[in-house]
C-alpha cells in the first residue's frame, strides 16, 4: 500500500540494510534528540561496517541520554578492537596472546600474518607445524536459544572453524583485541543476543584455567564479513559460507566452532566447558 511505511526492524528481517539505513536516518532527522534512534542507528551502522560513523553516533548518545553513557563507552572501545582486529587479518599487526605464548601460539600467529601478506603456502605449512603441537582440548559445549532449551555435545577436541585460528578464541578483553588459546579457558558462558548489536559482537565471560575471570565480547562474524559484496544473509551474521578469500577457502558470516562431533554457530552457543588438555 502507497505510503506505508516498513519499521527498521522488519527491513533487518527481509535482509534489506540499505533500505534500513535510511529509514533509521530518516527517523533520526525525526527525532535528532531522542537517544533510542541514535542506538539503532549506531547498530546498524556497525552491521555495515562503518566504524567511524558509528562512533560517532555513540559519542551522541552519549551526550543525549546519562544512561546511554557506559555503552557508549564499552561499545567505543570495541570499534577500536575490530578496526585493530582488521589490521591482524591483513597481515599488518599481531594480536594480544592471554596467558603465557607458547611456540605453537607463537607459529599460527606468523602464520596469520603471512596469510594476510597473501603467502598462502608458507602460511599453510607453518600452520600444519603449530596445530600439530597444539594441545586438544576436550569438553562440551551448550547450544539453544537459551539456557532453559539446551542440547550439550561432548567432544574430544574443539577449535575455530576459520583455519587461520584454529584452537584459539578471538575476544575483545579490556577494550584490548586477544587471541585466547581453548586450553586456557575453563569455561565459556555466553549471553543469549538480545539486541542489534549482538549479532555483531557476543557478549559473555571467560573463566581461565589459571583462575580469574574476564567479561569478553566475541566477534561473531568471520573478517570482511560486513562488506557490500557479500548477500545480506553473510552481512548479517545469519549464516556461514566457505568462499575464496584470495588464494585459499575460509568462512564468512557467522562464527562456527568446529569439533570432532560437529560445528556449531556462535549465536547458538551457550557455554563451553574444558574438562581436559
Known amino acids: 500500500m502507497k505510503g506505508v511505511r516498513v519499521s527498521p526492524e522488519d527491513l533487518l528481517k527481509q535482509g534489506k540494510l540499505d533500505e534500513c539505513l535510511a529509514e533509521v536516518e530518516r527517523c533520526v532527522r525525526a527525532a535528532p534528540a531522542d537517544p533510542k534512534q541514535r542506538v539503532m542507528l549506531f547498530q546498524v551502522l556497525a552491521v555495515l561496517g562503518n566504524w567511524d560513523r ?22 567505543r572501545a570495541v570499534i577500536l578492537c575490530e578496526k585493530f582486529r582488521e589490521e591482524v587479518f591483513a597481515g599488518q599487526r599481531s594480536p594480544l596472546i592471554l ?6 601460539v607463537g607459529m599460527v600467529v606468523q602464520a ?9 603456502d608458507a ?11 597444539a594441545p586438544a582440548t576436550a569438553g562440551e559445549i551448550d547450544i539453544g536459544p537459551d539456557e532453559e532449551k539446551i542440547a550439550t555435545h561432548k567432544f ?21 583485541y586477544y587471541w585466547v588459546p581453548w586450553r586456557r579457558i575453563q569455561l565459556l558462558r555466553l549471553d543469549p543476543p538480545s ?15 589459571a583462575g580469574g575471570e574476564k567479561v569478553a565480547l566475541l566477534p561473531a562474524r568471520y573478517p570482511t564479513s560486513q562488506e557490500k559484496r557479500w548477500d545480506p544473509l553473510i552481512r548479517m551474521g545469519r549464516k ?10 575460509g568462512p564468512i558470516g557467522q562464527r562456527m566452532f568446529a ?8 549465536l547458538e552457543t551457550r557455554a563451553v566447558r574444558i574438562t581436559a588438555t
Open 112 to 120: 596469520a600474518m603471512l596469510a594476510g601478506q597473501g603467502k598462502h
Open 195 to 209: 539486541d542489534l548489536r549482538d549479532t555483531v559482537w557476543m557478549t559473555g565471560q571467560i573463566v581461565l584455567s
Open 99 to 104: 596467558g603465557e605464548p607458547e611456540a605453537w
Open 259 to 266: 569439533t570432532d562431533v560437529g560445528e556449531f554457530a556462535l
Open 240 to 249: 556461514t559460507e566457505f568462499v575464496d578469500r584470495g588464494g585459499w577457502e
Open 54 to 75: 558509528a562512533i560517532n553516533q555513540l559519542e551522541v548518545c552519549a551526550e543525549l541520554s546519562a544512561e546511554n553513557q557506559l555503552m557508549a563507552q564499552v561499545y
Open 156 to 176: 574430544e577436541w574443539i577449535a575455530d572453524a576459520d583455519e587461520t585460528l584454529g584452537p584459539i578464541l578471538e575476544a575483545f578483553v579490556d577494550g584490548k
Open 123 to 133: 602460511a599453510a605449512e607453518l600452520r600444519s607445524q603449530a596445530f600439530d603441537q
